[in-house]
């Protein structure tokens, strides 16, 4: 059983940047892709970016791309989303997620295990 422990979330400024953190157990994390993903109240839960095995390969939603960056340290069994610039609209809860694969994909129903999620809310 994997578990996955977000952790980072808080109260910023438009503009501001915070970085999200998840922690997982188990021994294969390595071997899983990992995504992070975030849902606003009274919407959908909505890929924001993934990340490969190892890392070499990495995908972001259109509307974050320049701004946020997601990276993994193996050895320390956690994946990080760094965002910048954040602004209003994106206030949500934060999904960490992980795949059973080695390539990531952006499809929310492809992702087998999922941390319990971390605020962020961005006041204008």
């Known amino acids: 059983q994997v578990q996955l422990v977000e952790s980072g979330g808080g109260l910023v400024q438009a503009g501001d940047s915070l970085r999200l953190s998840c922690a997982t157990s188990g021994r294969t994390f390595s071997s899983y892709a990992m995504g992070w993903f975030r849902q606003a109240p009274g919407k959908e839960r909505e890929f924001v970016a993934a990340?490969?095995?190892?890392?070499?390969?990495?995908y972001y939603a259109d509307s974050v791309k320049g701004r946020f960056t997601i990276s993994r340290d193996n050895a320390k069994n956690t994946v990080y989303l760094q965002m910048n610039s954040l602004k209003p609209g994106e206030t949500a809860v934060y999904y960490c997620?992980?795949?059973?694969?080695?390539?990531?994909?952006?499809?929310?129903?492809?992702?087998?295990?999922w941390g319990q999620g971390t605020q962020v809310t961005v006041s204008s």
């Open positions: 990340i490969s095995w190892s890392g070499g390969s990495t």
């Open positions: 997620a992980g795949l059973r694969f080695l390539l990531a994909t952006t499809e929310v129903s492809e992702y087998d295990y």
